[in-house]
């Protein structure tokens, strides 16, 4: 860029910066001190702030979770359970007397136990008779 | 807390016109004064991280120049300087001087160095204290800055 252009542009900007606001000084700062005077409510940026770093350690702790622990193991197929895990599983609604045993995965088996007085019927061959406050064998 | 909000008023009553200056270089003349009265407002939220009470004047231009920065982003570096109406080429009348054209050429970075160095008289190096540069990328805005007015003007002066 030439002097001459140099120098037209330099006076030409400067008469144009050092033009006086539009607003004198004194009215824009009363107009600061009424904006100021509405905007004197205490921001809640301690909270936010706090509200953001919590989210941000949740998030991270899922994150990690998900990453590094993988998701929660599915459930064995009904198929692949042990007859034990059955067992726990589905506790079946048996009435009195009714036991419940798993052959195998499909086949359940309901056993009736017999009661005591039907035993004593039986007439089962050397067993001592029973006497009160001894234990029953 | 009025006391305060006083006080302060008094503080920018005294480097309002310097302020608006430096934001009318950078967002024009209609934005000017709304820029700095929402810098004035951040600067006042912001009084707890001054440190040295010597350095208002440095502190609250930086404010006002990276509010006005940040606006023009937002504007997508659009500068309505097309406002100048007054002619401003009182000095020499037979060389017109397409102001408005000549700085919305330069980019917001350029025109506050070309401000703060002509209009301020600041050296590089509280240039570059201010907008928080290096000296180096001052004159680096500098220099690009006259490029593109050598270039606006040479175009006005062939075409004129």
Known sequence: ?137 | MNGDQGAFADLVERHWSALVGLARSIVGDSAAEDAVQDALILAWRKLGSLRQATAFSTWLKRIVLNQCLRSQRRWLGFLSISDIQEPVFETDPDAELDLARCLESLAPRQRAVMYLTLIEGQSDGEIAALMQISAASVRSHRRRARQRLSHVLSGANHGS
């Open chain 1, 1 to 137: 860029m030439d002097r001459e252009s140099n120098d037209r542009f330099d006076k030409s900007f400067e008469q144009w910066a050092r033009r006086p606001s539009a607003t004198p000084a004194d009215e824009a700062a009363n107009r600061l001190l009424r904006r100021l005077s509405v905007d004197s409510k205490p921001r809640p940026v301690a909270r936010l702030r706090f509200a953001a770093v919590a989210t941000a350690m949740v998030l991270g702790v899922l994150a990690t979770r998900l990453l590094y622990v993988g998701p929660p193991a599915s459930e064995p197929a009904f198929e692949d359970r042990s007859l034990g895990e059955l067992a726990q599983i589905v506790p079946p609604p048996l009435p009195e007397g009714v036991a419940l045993i798993w052959i195998d995965a499909d086949t359940p088996l309901y056993l009736t136990v017999t009661p005591p007085q039907v035993s004593d019927q039986l007439q089962i061959p050397n067993q001592p008779p029973t006497s009160e406050g001894e234990p029953t064998p």
